[in-house]
Structures are given as C-alpha cells and as structure tokens.
C-alpha cells in the first residue's frame, strides 16, 4: 500500500461518535441506499439529535433496513428523515409526520440530487481501502457517484464485511473528510418461506420465460419462487435494479450464463444488492458482477435493448383499468415507485419482452380481494394503466396490455379469487365496464 495514502488513512480515522460530532446544524445529508447507510454513524447521529445538540438536520436516505436512533421521534426534534424509498423506519416517519418523502423514480434519483440538492455531507459504509487507496462502495452503486461528486464532505465507515465490488463508485483517501471503523454484519434478508401460492405464480411465470431471456426480479416470495421455477432454463441473462439471492442460485446451478445479452455480455448487472451473507461472499472481488448507476441500470431505454426481457415485479392491488398500486395502502405510506414503472416499460419496448405484476389474489386471510373495481381511496398509482402488461394470480395471467376496459375487467376477474368473482362482475356491470 501506498505510505502516503496509509498516512492519510491514519489522520483521517476516528470514530463514529467524532464523525457524527462533526455535522452541523441545518445541514442537508445524505446515505445511499440500504446496506451502504453507515449504521455506528447513525446510531451516534440519532442520540446527538435526540439529545438536542443538533437542529435542523435533513438525513436523505432509501430503503432503511436496520433499526436506528436516528430514525425516532426523539430524534427527529433535530434530524428529519427524508424518504426517497422507505424501510419499516422511514415508513414509520412519514406516516407519524416526523419525516418527509421525496416522490420520485429511483432512476431519476442522481439526476434530481445533482441538479437541486445541497448536500452538505454524505455519509457512507464502504469496503476497506485497497493499495491503491481507494474505497468500494460495495452493494449500492445506485446513486454514490452522483452525491460524492456534489458533497462537500464525505464521511466514511470502514467496514471489513462490506463486499469490494469492482465496478461500484470509488472514493480515494485524498477526497474523504474524516473515516471510522465498525466490524458489523451487513443487513441480511431473512430466508424466505415459499408457500404453495407462491409456488404456483412462480411456475406460471417462468412458463412463459424463454431461453436466453434477460430478466429482472424484485423481492419476495413470489419472485424467490419464480427464481427457483427458472433453474432448468438455459443461457438467461440478469439486468436487474435489486440483485438476490435467488439470482445467485441461478448463476451456480448455470441457468444463467449472460452469454445472449446484447450490453454487458457475460456480466450480471445490478446497482444494489441485499441478501444474504452467501450472496456478500459471493459479490466481494467477482468480475462477473456489474454493480452500475440506477440512472444506467433502470433505464427503459437501455432495458428495451435486451431481446425477450423479462421483468417481474409485485403489487397491493389492481383495479378494473389496470392501474397497479405497489408502493401505499389507501393514503397510508408504504415505500415508493422504485423501478417498477421504468421496468415495466423497458420491458414492453423489448423485443418479445413481457412485463408480469405477480401478487396472490387476496389479502387478509382471504377477506380482501387484490383485484377490485377501483383502488383504495387515496392509493398511489405506481404503474399507469397505459403501461401494464400482464397481471398475475395463483389463478393465472391477465394479460392488459391493448385490451379494451370490458376486456381487461374480464381478464382481471378470471384470475380473482372465486369468491370474489360474482362480486367483481356485479360491480363492473354496475359501472358499465362489462360489455
């Protein structure tokens, strides 16, 4: 390693607690997404604010996965959290109206933070520094570059758990403010149960997948069932905003060869990462993996230019027209519109792409139907109803896209669950949509 920027290293390392002392009141701060948010940092942060030694702090932010003091009522009398895609604590912030939200497409994200954001700091959990002094930004490529080229402080969190990925945004020595060390595990997703209904969706899905597709998941049990219904297709290929475990499956067992994608062949691609601690080990130092900007990764345009895409995403519920709701329940907060839309659209502008919005036909022990006659009064349309392709349920696929109102009303209400079909049909000749 080099002796200058070790030296470097060296009086720029203090901890957490120095770090957080260093942010100043009415700063605007920034953390990049779920396992790139520097927990020690915060955690000192949180019981600064909550302590009142800081006032009028804004801590931008997505995805928050581990719980923090940073992210309490007590705290927010000094530091407000502003969401740009919510965790269970955003979540909780926004709906108790002690934090704020930024509506926006995660693409759109670096773009709008060049162009109107202040950013006194950013706050990251980065890799460990190479010999060439340099740091990775690991899981979340997302939008590091934009924010460390706006900020006029970077403060770091070194942490030896965080992958070294190769392509991810990289920070040498000479541009960092001030550093810490904190030894902790990154956020892991808990194993997923998948249940038979899952398991059906999954198997209807991948039926329509062919080989050498590129495809794109997002979480959950019924993306991690489509993932393990996959493993006997051949030559795939993964552009996808979230990178899972599932995916990793799929690469060992050679489902995935990324040997047909037209951009980036041979590579996966991704531009954030949450798994498990396999999937860590698997990323750190892989020159398979492309962990690129979301402004590139999400992208409709450069998504469309992959023959046969395939994009799977999840939702709340649907009503007759189409209209996808993903990200609120009624008016009550959920997360955001993520890459949802912009994938539903690449994929559509694909050749011989397909879009599936998967979720199980009901909700509440079989009390809610998924699929209604419109959606809940105050809910957020995350997918337009000119944008969606196929809907799908345990009870099969719905495809929208150039169907008419009566026809998609039709298509919708063959795959709610059956006590709920003489109720939908009701409801839709009462609204003169059935024709």
């Keep these: 390693m080099n002796h200058q920027d070790q030296k470097l290293y060296e009086q720029k390392k203090t901890t957490a607690e120095a770090v957080a002392a260093r942010i100043r009141s009415g700063w605007n701060c920034y953390t990049d997404i779920s ?4 927990p020690a940092i915060m955690e000192a942060l949180g019981k600064r604010a909550a302590e009142g030694k800081i006032h009028g702090v804004h801590w931008n932010s997505m995805l928050d996965l581990l719980p923090t003091s940073a992210l309490t009522p007590e705290a927010a009398k000094g530091l407000t959290p502003v969401s740009w895609f919510s965790g269970a604590g955003m979540r909780m912030a926004v709906n108790e109206g002690w934090g704020d939200l930024v509506p926006c497409y995660y693409r759109d994200a670096p773009s709008l933070m060049r162009q109107f954001s202040h950013v006194d700091a950013v706050l990251a959990c980065v890799s460990p520094m190479d010999r060439h002094g340099y740091f990775s930004a690991g899981c979340s490529a997302s939008y590091s570059e934009a924010i460390f080229q706006k900020a006029k402080r970077i403060y770091l969190e070194v942490n030896p758990q965080m992958p070294r990925t190769l392509s991810a945004p990289q920070i040498h020595i000479s541009k960092v403010t001030a550093l ?7 956020p892991v997703m808990p194993p997923v149960e998948i249940d038979p209904v899952s398991k059906i969706i999954g198997e209807l899905i991948a039926a329509e997948v062919p080989d050498g597709a590129t495809f794109q998941l997002g979480v959950g049990a019924v993306p991690e069932a489509v993932g393990l219904a996959l493993q006997d297709k051949h030559d795939l290929g993964i552009h996808t905003e979230l990178l899972t475990d599932s995916m990793i499956e799929l690469l060992e067992c050679g489902a995935v060869t990324n040997e047909c994608k037209p951009l980036n062949r041979g590579k996966t691609v991704a531009t954030l990462a949450f798994g498990s601690q396999r999937m860590y080990d698997y990323m750190d130092d892989n020159p398979s993996l492309l962990m690129l900007p979301v402004d590139y990764v999400n ?3 450069v998504i469309a230019q992959h023959p046969n895409f395939i994009s799977i995403n999840a939702a709340l519920e649907v009503d007759f027209y189409g209209q996808v709701c993903a990200e609120s329940v009624g008016t009550r907060h959920i997360s955001g519109s993520g890459g949802q839309a912009d994938y539903v659209r690449g994929a559509v502008l694909s ?3 397909k879009s599936f919005i998967a979720f199980t036909s009901t909700a ?7 699929i209604k006659p419109i959606l809940t009064p105050g809910a957020i349309v995350t997918t337009h109803k000119n944008d969606v392709d196929h809907i799908v349920t345990e009870y099969g696929i719905a495809k929208l896209r150039g169907k ?6 039709k298509a919708l209400i063959a795959i709610a669950h059956p006590k709920f079909r003489e109720e939908l049909t009701w409801e839709a000749k009462r609204q003169n949509i059935m024709i």
Excluded: F, M, V, Y
């Design 404 to 409: 008419t109102l009566s026809q998609r009303a």
């Design 364 to 370: 509440k022990g079989d009390s809610i139907s998924r």
């Design 351 to 353: 050749p011989g792409g």
């Design 35 to 38: 396992a790139a948010i520097p």
């Design 299 to 301: 992208d409709p345009a």
């Design 180 to 186: 810490c060390e904190h030894t902790a595990q990154l």
